[in-house]
Nanobody, 115 residues
């Protein structure tokens, strides 16, 4: 089992920045992927970004150039730096962890971008 603890999120004005973090604990394998998905009201959950232990990150087209994912392998933690936020970035952001066996999800953290 893997447990995910998210932090960050909140409310910000358009153009502002927020940083999310997600720490994984438990049975962590040496190779895994971590990332962020989001779900806006009335919409399906969508990929924001994902990074693996051995590869480069992938980003959704809508956030490329504005969001940056980074990881601390020693702490099994990923961070999502979100800059130039737009109202359409408003959503619940979910941390995801996946290895060869299973997929795990965080509880979600709300990001609201509004005037």
């Amino acid at each position: 089992q893997v447990q995910l603890v998210e932090s960050g999120g909140g409310s910000v004005q358009p153009g502002g920045s927020l940083r999310l973090s997600c720490a994984a604990s438990g049975s962590i394998s040496s190779t895994y992927a971590m990332g962020w998905y989001r779900q806006a009201p009335g919409k399906q959950r969508e990929l924001v970004t994902v990074i693996t232990t051995i590869g480069s990150p992938n980003y959704a087209r809508s956030v490329k150039g504005r969001f940056t994912i980074s990881r601390d392998n020693a702490q099994n933690t990923v961070y999502l730096q979100m800059n130039s936020l737009k109202p359409e970035d408003t959503a619940v952001y979910y941390c995801m962890f996946a290895d060869s066996q299973s997929e795990y999800w965080g509880q979600g953290t709300l990001v609201t971008v509004q005037e």
